[in-house]
Each structure stands twice: as C-alpha cells, then as structure tokens.
C-alpha cells in the first residue's frame, strides 16, 4: 500500500528543485543519508525498498550515485522536465558556492588569516584521512605484502614527491605479480 502510494505522489517540478535543493546542501562528504531522510522519511515519495532499488541502479550506471538517483527520481514523477528540475536544485547550490568560494579565495586568499586557516584545515584534513586509514587497515588480512607496498607508495609520492601515476605504474605490476604468486 505505501509502495503504490509513495509511487502515486503529486511532486511538481518545484517540488523537486526544492528537495533536490536541500539534499545538495546538507550533503557535503555524502548525499545518500540526506537522499534517504528528504526522499523516504519527510517527504513520502519512495519507500525503503524503492530507496535501495534506486541506490542500487545508480550505483551500477555510470556517473555519481547521488547524481544518478537524482535524475531517476525527476524523471519517475515528472518525466524529462522532472529530471531537469531535480538535477537544477542538486547541482545549482553547490555550483554557485564553490564560485563564491573562488571568488573570495581570489580576493582574500593571500592574507596570513587565510593562508592560516587553510594551513590547519590541511592539518585536520590528514588527521582524518590518516584516520580513516588507521579504520580501514584494521580489515586488512595480517600480511606484510599490503604494508610494504602501500608504506612504498606513500614514501614515493609524500617524500620523494615522485608522480603518482608513475609510482602506480612501477607498484602495480609487483603487487600484482605478488598477489598472483600467493593465490598459486
């Protein structure tokens, strides 16, 4: 019954715009929590089931998954213009603020106060990255083979300052070359 209601909803154009709105600017670091609350708890026009079909279809399509859903749900309640409508309000907001953010980067980007704040922004940005490290690695297996090639390319790239892309290209085929020889 909520399968048939939520599918019958009358959203207008607006509707979407505003909605898809919100999720954009609450979503900074991920839309999909955002998505769910707006889509399947406020505003009723999908159900959990549906949520995850969604999710999951988007997922597998190419492009980003919040942007995918977006454009699936605008056009499942209002076809083409629907789309059009839903992916104005996700997009719009989050374009005009990195503007807006360049602009005043522009203008104030060389005062010792900003160069500052950027300084301790990168700062907690590595804490958290080097945290989120620390969470994944804890689900590696206990092998020494992951360790060396990810302390490799973190010394090439973060103290050599070699290119990335060429310290990938000489890692990969030995990680790989490893990886094969321990399946055998």
């Given at each position: 019954?909520?399968q048939?209601?939520?599918h019958?909803?009358?959203?207008?154009?607006?509707?979407?715009?505003?909605?898809?709105?919100?999720?954009?600017?609450?979503?900074?670091?991920?839309?999909?929590?955002?998505?769910?609350?707006?889509?399947?708890e406020?505003?009723?026009?999908?159900?959990?089931?549906?949520?995850?079909?969604?999710?999951?279809?988007?997922?597998i399509?190419?492009?980003?998954?919040?942007?995918n859903?977006?454009?699936?749900?605008?056009?499942?309640?209002?076809r083409?213009?629907?789309?059009?409508?839903?992916?104005?309000?996700?997009l719009?907001?989050?374009?005009?603020?990195?503007?807006?953010?360049?602009?005043?980067?522009?203008?104030?980007?060389?005062?010792?106060?900003?160069?500052?704040?950027?300084a301790?922004?990168?700062?907690?940005?590595?804490?958290?990255?080097?945290a989120?490290?620390?969470?994944?690695?804890g689900?590696?297996?206990?092998?020494?083979?992951?360790?060396?090639f990810?302390?490799?390319?973190?010394?090439?790239?973060?103290?050599?300052?070699?290119?990335?892309?060429w310290?990938i290209?000489?890692?990969?085929p030995?990680a790989?070359?490893?990886?094969?020889?321990?399946?055998?």
């Amino acid at each position: 019954m909520q399968q048939e209601a939520s599918h019958k909803a009358h959203v207008s154009h607006f509707d979407l715009f505003l909605v898809f709105s919100r999720i954009a600017l609450s979503g900074f670091g991920g839309v999909m929590f955002w998505a769910r609350r707006n889509l399947v708890e406020r505003k009723h026009w999908l159900t959990d089931q549906q949520f995850v079909e969604l999710l999951t279809l988007g997922q597998i399509v190419p492009g980003p998954p919040g942007l995918n859903i977006t454009i699936m749900v605008g056009y499942r309640f209002r076809r083409w213009t629907g789309a059009a409508a839903a992916i104005s309000g996700f997009l719009l907001w989050p374009c005009l603020l990195v503007i807006g953010m360049g602009i005043g980067y522009q203008h104030y980007g060389a005062l010792p106060q900003v160069q500052r704040a950027f300084a301790g922004m990168s700062i907690v940005a590595a804490a958290l990255l080097f945290a989120t490290f620390l969470k994944l690695a804890g689900a590696l297996p206990p092998r020494w083979q992951p360790w060396l090639f990810g302390t490799l390319a973190f010394v090439s790239v973060g103290v050599f300052r070699w290119p990335l892309v060429w310290v990938i290209g000489v890692l990969e085929p030995f990680a790989l070359l490893v990886a094969w020889q321990e399946k055998k």
